[in-house]
């Protein structure tokens, strides 16, 4: 049976896609580590509908759809409606569950939503999106009370020199998004820094923080667009507590999903995942 007949594009399927999203790596990773009791790296069924259950509570975007209401329904119903667990657990649910799969499935569909919004801006198919466009990206995850003033600066790219002819890559794309899962240690490392320094970043600080704390490399077209966008008073440094609040998009994220995406995009990035995964399956 193919997965598009396994796997039908529902509501159901949504608030399971919406929960997988809003999960952190580490965190799934403990609630598996915990319902599997005999230590082995897998789980059964009624133990991951556990781990669902207990990751869609601790997570309000798993409990809400797109505007923001409460959907009323179970996680294990949820899945069993779009044919989640049959997919994980066969049709028979005794097929078990390998954390190691799973979590690659995370990161592989984390990976698809990033490339759908790259796709969303690059609608010419040229490889590449431009500077305006990378910033209305970086505008996207912004908060909603400075959105505004973000939007405008924005929308003042295509009139500087030095970015309006930039153009960048799906990796650079990828970079950032990278930046944003590795929060938590840049948040650290900018505060502690900013101690000393006002809590201003120079375009060489923010550089350095983000390829020796996070593993991740930063254009130096990227981090002009960045202060273009991001520096407050314009006086070539960046307000940290600005650019934090902007990377903080767990909840821009899923917005960003449901805008761009749907529950149609949500189902191909299953199906370029759950390919990804299929040798995984064939094992079993």
């Known amino acids: 049976m193919s997965l598009w007949r396994i796997l039908h594009p529902s509501t159901a ?19 598996f580590k915990m319902f599997d009791l005999d230590h082995n790296g897998k789980i059964e069924l009624e133990e991951f509908k556990k781990v669902m259950t207990l990751m869609q509570s601790i997570n309000r975007q798993g ?8 959907i009323g329904l179970k996680v294990s119903k949820s899945m069993e409606d779009g044919g989640i667990l049959e997919y994980f657990f066969g049709k028979d649910g005794k097929r078990c569950l390998q954390h190691d799969e799973f979590v690659q ?21 040229k490889g590449t999106i431009s500077a305006k466009d990378f910033a209305l990206s970086m505008v996207a995850s912004s908060d909603i009370n400075h959105i505004g003033k ?4 924005a929308e003042e790219v295509d009139g500087l020199p030095h970015l309006r002819d930039k153009r960048f890559s799906l990796e650079e794309f990828k970079s950032l998004a990278q930046l944003r899962k590795s929060l938590q240690p840049l948040s ?3 505060f502690s820094y900013g101690r000393v320094n006002g809590g201003l970043l120079t375009k060489q600080d923010l550089q350095r923080a983000a390829h020796h704390v996070c593993g991740v490399k930063l254009s130096e077209s990227m981090v002009d667009l960045i202060f273009h966008v991001f ?45 990804k995964c299929s040798l ?3 094992s079993f």
């Open 63 to 70: 409990a809400s759809h797109r505007g923001g209401l409460r």
């Open 150 to 153: 973000f939007l405008d600066r």
């Open 105 to 125: 499935f995370l990161r592989d569909l984390q990976d698809e939503i990033v490339n759908l919004e790259f796709a969303h801006y690059d609608h010419m198919a």
């Open 280 to 282: 995984m399956h064939t």
């Open 13 to 31: 399927m949504y608030i399971f896609f919406v929960t997988l999203l809003s999960i952190p790596e580490s965190s799934f990773s403990a609630a």
């Open 231 to 275: 520096d407050a008073n314009r006086d070539g440094r960046l307000s940290s507590e600005e650019f934090l609040r902007a990377l903080q998009r767990k909840e821009g994220d899923l917005r960003q999903v449901t805008t761009v995406t749907g529950v149609t995009g949500l189902v191909a990035c299953w199906l370029n995942c759950s390919r």
């Open 188 to 190: 650290l490392a900018i």
